[in-house]
């Protein structure tokens, strides 16, 4: 007796003997696809942080005003990945590429539940210029899976004001340090 003997004598058409078959199919890939996702292995999940700490100022011999941005980055998954570009388009802000003699590199791997950090040098073209709402940062990476870009917005800056501790989006406030220190003569 075959197996399509015994289906039909449960009265089952051999139409139907598929669909489990497909259905349990759908469920795998959707768990597979969900667990690679969890992983960081499709898109990475990062948390990013620019730290106001080292925030300086330097003007150069032309008078060009720069500051550098330590860019802290948390990957949340379990899956490495690799930065390969960083870029911005914010009024008054211009990022320029990593400089090798700085020992700035232009991709870095940052391991599963792991930190890194990409120092980039920020020019300050317009002080005033730098948008109140916190802009994003858009970001190149690889993993394992793929390539692709994301758009990164950092966490407000606290600063603190007369009574309190006032929120500022993070490129107005590291324009605003960078600025200020410039013409303090800090830097």
């Given at each position: 007796?075959?197996?399509?003997?015994?289906?039909?004598?449960?009265?089952?058409?051999?139409?139907?003997?598929?669909?489990?078959?497909?259905?349990?199919?759908?469920?795998?890939?959707?768990?597979?696809?969900?667990g690679?996702?969890?992983?960081?292995?499709?898109t990475?999940?990062?948390?990013?942080?620019?730290?106001?700490?080292?925030?300086?100022?330097?003007?150069?011999?032309?008078?060009?005003?720069?500051?550098r941005?330590?860019?802290?980055?948390?990957?949340e998954?379990?899956s490495?990945?690799?930065?390969?570009?960083?870029?911005?388009?914010?009024?008054?802000?211009?990022?320029?590429?990593?400089?090798?003699?700085?020992?700035?590199?232009?991709?870095?791997?940052?391991?599963g539940?792991?930190f890194?950090t990409?120092?980039?040098?920020?020019?300050?073209?317009?002080?005033g210029?730098?948008?109140?709402?916190?802009?994003?940062?858009?970001?190149?990476?690889?993993?394992?899976?793929g390539?692709?870009?994301?758009?990164v917005t950092?966490?407000?800056?606290?600063?603190?004001?007369?009574?309190?501790r006032?929120?500022?989006?993070?490129q107005?406030?590291?324009?605003?340090m960078?600025?200020?220190?410039?013409?303090?003569?800090?830097?």
């Amino acid at each position: 007796m075959s197996s399509a003997d015994i289906w039909q004598q449960f009265g089952v058409a051999p139409r139907t003997r598929r669909l489990p078959l497909m259905v349990s199919c759908c469920l795998v890939l959707a768990c597979v696809a969900g667990g690679l996702s969890w992983a960081g292995a499709i898109t990475p999940q990062t948390n990013w942080l620019i730290d106001d700490f080292f925030v300086g100022a330097q003007v150069d011999d032309n008078g060009v005003m720069s500051t550098r941005a330590e860019i802290e980055l948390e990957n949340e998954a379990i899956s490495p990945f690799t930065i390969t570009d960083i870029s911005l388009s914010i009024p008054g802000l211009r990022l320029l590429p990593p400089e090798k003699s700085l020992g700035e590199s232009a991709e870095i791997t940052v391991e599963g539940d792991g930190f890194g950090t990409v120092s980039r040098r920020i020019v300050i073209t317009d002080c005033g210029a730098a948008p109140h709402e916190p802009q994003p940062i858009r970001f190149t990476y690889r993993t394992w899976l793929g390539s692709g870009s994301s758009d990164v917005t950092p966490a407000w800056w606290e600063k603190t004001g007369r009574t309190d501790r006032v929120p500022v989006a993070w490129q107005r406030g590291l324009a605003t340090m960078a600025c200020n220190k410039a013409v303090s003569g800090e830097f």
